[in-house]
């Protein structure tokens, strides 16, 4: 079955890094996009990269442009989002998520990883 098992998150001050990883498995991961979206606390989900199946092609959220970076390595099933001069804003559960298509959407999502920034 499709597992999508986020990691890398934690606690970090502001303008610091993270690079969140998510190991894939149970599809063909190099015929998939792959998305990262996330949720902060009281809000709605947010998306936030997209990277084609062959890795490039990415598209950002005007809010992580320049900062995020998405992306893959198909030999480990792994889309990685490199975040850099992150800010308290950016405190979210991050999710990574199978991009199946238009039709299709995001059609499995893993359970997400944790991201704090505070000093």
């Known amino acids: 079955q499709v597992q999508l098992v986020e990691s890398g998150g934690g606690l970090v001050q502001p303008g610091g890094s993270l690079r969140l990883s998510c190991a894939a498995s149970?599809?063909?991961?190099?015929?998939?996009?792959m998305s990262w979206v996330r949720q902060a606390p009281g809000k709605g989900l947010e998306w936030v990269s997209d990277?084609?199946?062959?890795?490039?092609?990415?598209y950002y959220a005007d809010s992580v442009k320049g900062r995020f970076t998405i992306s893959r390595d198909t030999a480990k099933n792994t889309p990685y989002l490199q975040m850099n001069s992150l800010k308290p804003e950016s405190t979210a559960v991050y999710y990574c998520a199978r991009y199946a298509g238009a039709y299709d959407g995001m059609d499995y999502w893993g359970k997400g990883t944790q991201v704090t920034v505070s000093s």
């Open positions: 990277i084609n199946n062959g890795g490039g092609v990415t």
């Open positions: 149970g599809f063909t991961f190099r015929n998939y996009a």
